[in-house]
């Protein structure tokens, strides 16, 4: 595949939608992502914020399933790479429909840990898959629901691994690929955060906890309207 060329929203982003309070922090290592979706979840609840935390793969029952098929090496039995992207847009279809939906509904702010994004730049760009076929699957998982913002924690790959290797969490399956393919995922989020800034922000997750969750908190203020 050539490089993608990020030029226009996907075509969900042209679709009318409810507006989905949604803060989806990516990097390539859930650990330190983890840590600061928990942090803004009570930061928010603190001013009154009624919040709903959650992740992709494994928000909902089915979801849980899918990612531990997702995750979990298994060497003997490797995934092809268009069946893992189709179990992605079947982990978020679901999740839409019997999360994201719902609470919406009842007016809360969603805090995802990974959505479309994510896809775009792991199977896009890291396993290097068809870009319109991904927008198409996104497109029918998500009927249209985008997020209002997008937190991107930019970590050097190196660091980021050996920050994990640093845990007591085994890396996963795809935390496991290649350097190569985690500097082409790096690039992926590079290139979305360029072509769409008014929505996607990039920070540096190199800096400490406590720097990168205020830095959060000032983004969610401005962006979100929060007082």
């Not at 390539?28 to 709903?52: D, H, K, R, Y």
């Not at 494994?58 to 399933?65: C, F, I, M, S, W």
């Not at 279809?93 to 007016?107: D, I, N, R, T, W």
Request: glycine fraction near 8%; include cysteine; charged fraction near 25%.
């Amino acid at each position: 595949m050539t490089k993608r060329q990020v030029t226009e929203e996907p075509d969900e982003a042209k679709v009318s939608r409810p507006v989905l309070k949604t803060s989806g922090i990516g990097d390539n290592f859930a650990e330190f992502n983890t840590s600061q979706m928990q942090l803004c979840q009570a930061w928010l609840e603190n001013m009154g914020i009624s919040v709903f935390l959650t992740r992709e793969p494994g928000g909902t029952e089915l979801g849980l399933d899918l990612r531990r098929l997702l995750l979990e090496k298994a060497d003997n039995k490797p995934i092809a790479e268009v069946t893992e992207l189709l179990l992605y847009a079947a982990d978020r279809a679901q999740h839409v429909e019997q999360e994201l939906k719902p609470y919406l509904a009842q007016g809360k702010y969603i805090l995802c840990d990974r959505y479309v994004e994510s896809t775009i730049a792991y199977q896009g760009y890291g396993r290097r898959l068809n870009m319109s076929l991904i927008d198409q699957l996104n497109y029918i998982a998500t009927g249209g629901l985008q997020s209002d913002l997008t937190i991107w924690l930019d970590v050097d790959v190196e660091v980021g691994l050996a920050r994990k290797r640093g845990t007591e969490a085994a890396l996963d399956r795809i935390e496991q690929e290649t350097i190569a393919f985690h500097q082409r995922v790096q690039q992926g989020y590079a290139d979305l955060a360029a072509a769409f800034p008014e929505r996607i922000i990039r920070i540096d997750g190199s800096l400490s906890q406590e720097i990168v969750h205020q830095t959060i908190q000032g983004i969610l203020r401005d962006r979100l309207l929060l007082g």
